[in-house]
């Protein structure tokens, strides 16, 4: 490959911003965008694990990464980020929509508050706000900062539970009755899938703006899971094993970089071959 076809993987000097930064998967986002040399913007709701976060990358990487505390739900807190964002860097290039609510199932001994038919109204909204409003009002302020300037990329983080119905007998526990089993709750399957409807949209709406929108659809990342959960979820799997952590990365610099800038659209699917079995 050409040294110049490589150039176009670089994120040098671009300001890209990652909701839900301080979780597993958007402290890797970070990670990602600092190590190809561009400017990470952490936003979460903890502040703690944001400076952590933040310490790291100036640790690992040398870079400075603005941090930020601010609810997605609401309108008011992003376009204060984005004016300090902009007067602290100067542009922004990039927006990752990670932020969501996942309430860990494996090993759970629920007594089955998150099944449909149990599932309290507030949850189904507090999930869905977080989830998609979140990323509707996210891409809403700094996509549309993006289509102003000419340039910009969106990506989406869905699942491979936007694609195929979580299988809930990876869940189940020995010894609970139907009704109280764990279940992998609706409203995750909901937003993931509302991601990738949001990215559809948002690709051709602004596609003469210049701002590109696709969506990532990974599968479950190793975590320290309970082995009888493991065991299950891989045996759905062709490639045998669940996502190593660090795993999307390379996915994640590809399609923020010039590397896919023919590329609008599109749920790029990263799951050991789950969905195609």
């Not at 490959?1 to 490589?6: R, W």
Request: glycine share 10%; net charge neutral.
């Amino acid at each position: 490959m050409p040294h110049g076809d490589l150039d176009r993987f670089s994120l040098q000097g671009r300001v890209i911003l990652i909701t839900g930064a301080a979780g597993l998967l958007g402290r890797q986002h970070a990670s990602t965008v600092a190590e190809a040399g561009g400017v990470p913007v952490l936003l979460d709701v903890d502040a703690a694990r944001l400076a952590a976060c933040a310490a790291t990358l100036a640790q690992d990487y040398g870079v400075t990464a603005p941090y930020f505390t601010a609810n997605i739900t609401h309108r008011s807190d992003l376009e204060a980020v984005l004016g300090q964002v902009v007067a602290r860097c100067g542009r922004m290039d990039g927006l990752i929509n990670n932020a969501a609510n996942n309430p860990k199932m494996e090993g759970s001994s629920s007594t089955g508050w998150l099944r449909f038919e149990n599932l309290p109204l507030d949850v189904w909204q507090q999930d869905l706000a977080v989830g998609l409003t979140g990323a509707f009002l996210c891409s809403q302020v700094f996509g549309t900062h993006m289509a102003s300037a000419g340039r910009g990329v969106i990506v989406n983080i869905a699942s491979d539970l936007s694609i195929i119905a979580p299988d809930q007998r990876i869940y189940e526990q020995p010894g609970l009755l139907p009704g109280s089993q764990p279940v992998k709750s609706v409203t995750y399957s909901v937003v993931k899938t509302g991601l990738v409807g949001l990215t559809r949209y948002l690709a051709t709406y602004w596609a003469k703006a210049g701002v590109r929108v696709n969506a990532i659809s990974p599968g479950g990342v190793a975590n320290g899971q309970p082995e009888e959960f493991v065991t299950k979820l891989t045996s759905l799997i062709p490639m045998g094993r669940m996502a190593a952590v660090d795993e999307y990365r390379c996915a994640i610099r590809f399609l923020l970089s010039d590397a896919s800038s023919y590329m609008t659209g599109t749920n790029l699917v990263l799951d050991g071959g789950r969905t195609v079995w």
